[in-house]
Each structure stands twice: as structure tokens, then as C-alpha cells.
């Protein structure tokens, strides 16, 4: 069952409304209210009321505010070409791929240096209208008037001065904040172009294939995990099998395209599968084909920021295939 917090607070399930993990911790739960509760929830579904809990974890709390997701589908693992231990890689383990992040990376940064030249000129502009204001004022300029076209009044003048101000202090602080925002994006930026160095530096690579839980983590009361968990795995066979066949760089491509349909599709619903008696190891058997087409048109839309990765990131059977 899926209860909100308020509910577990008021039926004294949770002793306190804390942060983060805390909120679950063990000193924070009432465990006999919360089998009174699951007792009340086993009645409500039928279940009698003289059947046991089990003896192992008979009622247990999962916190769904959150969830996590793997960054790429796979793991990469390779000895150092200079024997020095073995090399884990992500999405720098496909040329294309890597190009594609470090370009992302870099789209990112100008965006915010965009935003935080707006945001300085803005602030410069409030500190004008500021220092107009103090000057108009001094010079008891007769054009400080109000709404009714009237001289404004001492007590006036000192209130227009105090929101000129604080709307210089909202347009500093928007500056402090673009230009953080603009630090931590140059941080990652700069601990990618580490993260890539000798790349293609490697051998004997192995790949590593999540599924199911590993790969993207559900929404249990959405009916994802089993259905995920299936066809990921499926998908990671079928990527095995292209690697026997073609070689790691197609296998990625391949593996990389199935996981952003299976993140796109959301819920596992009829209009995204094909029937199951169609069904093989092969994802074009299984997924929708208007999800691999939604797929392709994001990997060549520049709007689509990170998922933009170019053509060369579609493996090479999905061009001109009848989907």
C-alpha cells in the first residue's frame, strides 16, 4: 500500500515528521502502530483477520520520495594500457558518446554564462535606478510624482527609495546565484574531461549490464518493477548477442538506445509493447516502435540537451528501419 506521510504521522505510525533519512529510522517508527495498520490494511483486502504476520519482516516501511536511476546502462570493465589495475568506464567508453557529453557539458556552461551576464546587467540596472532616484531626490526634481501626478511626499520618496533597494539586493542575489550555478556546472565539467582522460587507453574490455532494479529504480505502486526488470534483462541479452556479433561499440549503441526507450516509455502501457506471442530477445519485437522513433528525433533535437547525441548515436539497423 501506498500511504502518505501525514497519514502514517496521524495514525502514530511515525513518532515525528524529520528529514531525510531520519524520517524512517528505526528510533522514529512505532512498530505496534504500524501493525495495527497493516493489520486494518490485510482486513480491507479480504485477508482474515487471525492470520498471521509473518515471522521475518512482517511489516516493513519504503520510502518512494526518491528515486534513483543508472547514469548509462552499463560498466565498462578494462585493464590500464599501462597495467597499472583495471578501469571502469561509462559513457566515455563509446567515442561518440563521449564527444557527445563533452559537448553537452559545454552547451550547459554557455547557457549559464548566458544567464549570468542577464543577471549582472540586471543588477547594474538596479543600481541605477537606485542612484537615479537618491540623485532626483537630492535635487528635489520635480518629477518624483505619484500615481495621482501629485509631488511625492518625504515619507514617499524614502519608501520608492526602500523598494529600489530591495529590488537591487533580489537582482545581487540572483547574481550570487547564476554565478554558483555556473561554478558547480564548470566543476563537473572539469571533473568529466578527468574522468575521460585515456579512454581509449584500455584493454580486454568487458561489459557489465544492470537490470531490473539495478538499472532504474520503480515506483512499486506504478506495477514498474517487474515489467522493467523483465525487459531489461532481455535487453542486456540482446546485447550480449551484439556483442558476439558486431563488437562492444555497436553493443552500447544498442544497449544505450533500449534503456532511453524503456526511461521514455514511462509506464509499461499496451500502446507501448507490441503482444507478448511477438515478443524475443530483439527490443524491436518488444517496444513499441513510435517509442524508438520518439528515441531517434531526440538524439538529432539540439533542444533536447543531454539526450541530444547526434546520428551516430542511432545503431546502425534502426537507420531506415520500418518501426
Keep these: 500500500a501506498a500511504i502518505h506521510k501525514p497519514s502514517l ?13 531520519e524520517l524512517l529510522a528505526p528510533a522514529n517508527i512505532d512498530v505496534d502502530a504500524l501493525m495495527k495498520l497493516g493489520r486494518r490494511l490485510a482486513t480491507a483486502c479480504g485477508i482474515p483477520e487471525n492470520t498471521p504476520f509473518c515471522d521475518f519482516h512482517p511489516v516493513q516501511l519504503f520510502d518512494f520520495s526518491t528515486r534513483a536511476r543508472a547514469l548509462t546502462p552499463w560498466r565498462v570493465l578494462s585493464l590500464r594500457a599501462d597495467g597499472k589495475g583495471i578501469r571502469a568506464l561509462d559513457r566515455e ?19 549559464l554564462r548566458d544567464l549570468l551576464r542577464e543577471k549582472q546587467a540586471a543588477k547594474e540596472a538596479a543600481a541605477k535606478q537606485v542612484a537615479a532616484f537618491k540623485e532626483a531626490w537630492a535635487k528635489k526634481a520635480e518629477d518624483l510624482l505619484n500615481e495621482a501626478g501629485e509631488p511625492l511626499s518625504e515619507q514617499e520618496k524614502q519608501g520608492h527609495l526602500d523598494y529600489l533597494k530591495v529590488l537591487e539586493e533580489q537582482a545581487a542575489a540572483q547574481v550570487v546565484t547564476a554565478q554558483g550555478k555556473l561554478d558547480a556546472r564548470l566543476d563537473q565539467r572539469k571533473e568529466w574531461m578527468t574522468q575521460q582522460e585515456g579512454a581509449d587507453q584500455v584493454t580486454e574490455a ?25 525487459h531489461t534483462a532481455l535487453d542486456a ?10 563488437g562492444l561499440m555497436p553493443a552500447l ?38 517509442l524508438f522513433k520518439m528515441v531517434i528525433r531526440t538524439y538529432q533535437d539540439p533542444k533536447t540537451k543531454r539526450q541530444f547525441k547526434g546520428k551516430d548515436a ?9 518501426l
Design 9 to 21: 504521522l496521524k495514525l502514530g505510525v511515525l513518532k515525528e515528521d524529520k528529514a531525510g533519512k
Design 93 to 111: 567508453a563509446h567515442p561518440t558518446l563521449r564527444d557527445a557529453n563533452t559537448r553537452w557539458h559545454e552547451r550547459e556552461a554557455e547557457s
Design 206 to 230: 568487458v561489459p557489465v549490464f544492470p537490470v531490473g532494479d539495478a538499472l532504474l529504480e520503480p515506483f512499486w505502486p506504478q506495477g514498474l518493477g517487474s515489467n522493467r526488470g523483465f
Design 237 to 246: 541479452v540482446w546485447a550480449m548477442r551484439v556483442l558476439a556479433t558486431d
Design 253 to 290: 549503441l544498442e544497449r544505450g538506445i533500449c534503456y532511453d526507450v524503456v526511461v521514455g516509455a514511462g509506464a509499461f502501457a499496451t500502446n507501448n509493447v507490441q503482444a507478448g506471442a511477438n515478443w524475443t530477445a530483439d527490443p524491436v519485437h518488444r517496444y513499441h516502435g513510435d
Design 314 to 322: 542511432i545503431p546502425a539497423r534502426y537507420i531506415g528501419m520500418k
